[in-house]
């Protein structure tokens, strides 16, 4: 069965920061893009990052790019999302998602995800 698993959320101060990790199994793990998403107490989820294992094409949504990386271990199929100078408003739950579709094809569009983990919590206080 697939199954996506998130790990490494925290409670931070503003200016810390977290590894989160995401281990797949279930699927070809290397024709999927698997990404990550974010949603707010009382917010729509976003997208944060994603790479594409197939078409090597990585994306960062504006609001993160300098200050996260986002990486890949082929071999324990296990996606990272690396935080830097975390802030308040990186507060939310942390989502890993997946889809068979190169990342050119899905990018940060949450809607075209068919796979999801069930999220870790990461919270910024000031």
């Known amino acids: 069965e697939v199954q996506l698993v998130e790990s490494g959320g925290g409670s931070v101060q503003a200016g810390g920061s977290l590894r989160l990790s995401c281990v797949a199994s279930g699927f070809p793990f290397a024709d999927y893009t698997i990404g990550w998403f974010r949603q707010a107490a009382g917010k729509k989820r976003e997208g944060v990052a994603c790479i594409g294992n197939a078409d090597g094409l990585l994306y960062y949504a504006d609001s993160i790019r300098d200050r996260a990386i986002v990486s890949v271990d082929t071999g324990k199929k296990t996606v990272y999302l690396q935080m830097d100078n975390l802030k308040p408003e990186d507060t939310a739950i942390y989502y890993c998602?997946?889809?068979?579709?190169?990342?050119?094809?899905?990018?940060?569009?949450?809607?075209?995800?068919?796979?999801w983990g069930q999220g870790t919590q990461v919270t910024v206080s000031s």
């Open positions: 998602a997946a889809d068979r579709h190169g990342a050119q094809a899905v990018g940060l569009s949450e809607r075209l995800y068919d796979h």
